[in-house]
């Protein structure tokens, strides 16, 4: 399978910083790429789908404000956590797909931010 | 709005075959199923995916129904490594309908 990257793999960082979290699709060009965070024991919760060039789409109850999301070329997206809070502790895992190309998409390995 | 029903939990003894069964009977025409599984504190793993045909990789198999609502994924020869929590998805590569919605899957603990 395809492989995508993520990184860092785990973060710390204090309440009221930013954390700026990457994805990179090492061997293909992502059309779209999803966002998701996951609480222990829970399933992903989709915050995000971005597309290539354009402004990404948040579901709903995501705060855009706050989780900003860049997907300026064909293999990279990132995510920043702006003004972090405990509560945003996480785990944020990123996901990339072909687009027409391909049907599936390829997930990263995930990274655990934790805000002290 | 997870739109695929499956089993809470599975238990399979090592070395037998693995079903694991999914429901998905609001399907769009131009929805495929995909399966997913995610190893504790891992991103998950694409495993394999299908739109009408039965399909095989090196992984599993996928069995759709002839009528799209459910459809089985197959682990031939289940070993400790495949405990996991299995997730089986519906959604379109392509247009408004193209994310990936996780529902609450299955978790499937091999055993000796």
């Known amino acids: 399978g395809a492989v995508v990257s993520q990184h860092p793999s785990w973060v710390i960082c204090k309440s009221g910083t930013s954390v700026k979290i990457e994805c990179r699709s090492l061997?293909?060009?992502?059309?779209?790429m999803f966002w998701y965070r996951q609480f222990p024991k829970q399933s992903l919760m989709l915050m995000a789908t971005s597309n290539e060039g354009s402004k990404a789409t948040y579901e709903q109850g995501v705060e855009k404000d706050k989780f900003l999301i860049n997907h300026a070329s064909l293999t990279l997206s990132t995510l920043t956590v702006t003004s972090a809070h405990p509560e945003d502790s996480s785990f944020y895992i990123c996901s990339a797909r072909e687009g027409a190309a391909r049907a599936e998409a390829f997930f990263g390995q995930g990274t655990r931010l934790t805000v002290v | 709005d997870a739109k695929t029903t499956q089993p809470t939990s599975m238990d399979c003894a090592e070395g037998r075959a693995a079903n694991l069964p999914c429901n998905h009977s609001t399907i769009s025409g131009n929805e495929y199923v995909y399966w997913y599984r995610q190893i504790h504190s891992q991103g998950p793993q694409y495993i394999i995916h299908g739109l009408k045909n039965n399909e095989t990789n090196e992984m599993a198999s996928l069995i759709i129904t002839e009528d799209r609502k459910s459809s089985t994924l197959i682990l031939p020869h289940a070993t400790l490594r495949d405990t996991a929590v299995y997730y089986c998805i519906v959604s379109s590569p392509t247009g408004t309908a193209s994310k990936l919605t996780f529902g609450t899957g299955t978790r499937l603990q091999v055993t000796l």
């Open positions: 061997d293909f060009q992502a059309t779209t």
